[in-house]
């Protein structure tokens, strides 16, 4: 089945600084791939959608110059979490798709806890 | 306003009996309604896709319907096992447009021995 690896899998950081969590497909071609966050025991919540070659589509709400996304090929999705604050502590996780494909295949998710 | 709703509580069940999850939608038209499994700290993993035109849908051990008037769906684990043991989202495309998927706040599933 179709791999989507996601790292890190967790990262502590200090107030202020920036971390960058890399999603990569690595059997297939990704043409889209979605981010969503996760506080426990809630939903996914989207946060943006990531085309290849072009700007991500992002949710409600959520800002992008804090978020930046950057997908740069069809195999590898980035999002930057830009002057990290305690509230952005959460559970990070990436999703692809193949094509038309409706299921969506996920990496293992990134804990980020910023002191 | 649009809501994906399965129930918060935990559902403790014993090794062997059939556990049911609900989902339940509203003030979406979904062209299909997915299932997948979390276990902590991971990311989730697709289980079963049911279209709106397929009232159920089976593999295996599991099986899923789709009632469309009811806007819900239901989720049957049969012959349930402690690796069974692991939370279970529903999810459901917000616009056939973009495929975003939306996620219910998930249902855990304890199998007790």
């Known amino acids: 089945g179709a791999v989507v690896s996601q790292h890190p899998s967790w990262v502590i950081c200090k107030s202020g600084t920036s971390v960058k969590i890399e999603c990569r497909s690595l059997?297939?071609?990704?043409?889209?791939m979605f981010w969503y966050r996760q506080f426990p025991k809630q939903s996914l919540m989207l946060m943006a959608t990531?085309?290849?070659?072009?700007?991500?589509?992002?949710e409600q709400g959520v800002e992008k110059d804090k978020f930046l996304i950057n997908h740069a090929s069809l195999t590898l999705s980035t999002l930057t979490v830009t002057s990290a604050h305690p509230e952005d502590s959460s559970f990070y996780i990436c999703?692809?798709?193949?094509?038309?494909?409706?299921?969506?295949?996920f990496g293992s998710g990134t804990q980020l806890s910023v002191l | 306003s649009q809501k994906i709703e399965q129930n918060s509580e935990a559902l403790n069940i014993q090794e062997g009996k059939t556990a049911t999850l609900t989902c339940n939608y509203t003030?979406?038209?979904?062209?299909?309604l997915q299932w997948y499994r979390q276990d902590p700290g991971r990311g989730p993993v697709f289980l079963l896709l049911?279209?709106?035109?397929?009232k159920e849908k089976r593999k295996e051990r599991l099986k899923v319907t789709f009632d469309t008037t009811l806007k819900q769906s239901l989720f049957h684990i049969t012959a349930s096992q402690p690796a069974d043991s692991a939370t279970y989202l529903c999810?459901?495309?917000?616009?056939?447009?973009?495929?975003?998927?939306?996620f219910g706040q998930g249902t855990t599933l304890q199998v007790k021995p």
């Open positions: 059997d297939f071609q990704a043409t889209t």
């Open positions: 049911i279209r709106e035109n397929e």
């Open positions: 999703s692809a798709r193949i094509g038309a494909n409706e299921k969506l295949f």
């Open positions: 990531s085309n290849e070659g072009s700007k991500a589509t992002y």
């Open positions: 003030n979406y038209s979904p062209a299909y």
């Open positions: 999810a459901l495309v917000s616009s056939s447009n973009t495929g975003k998927l939306i």
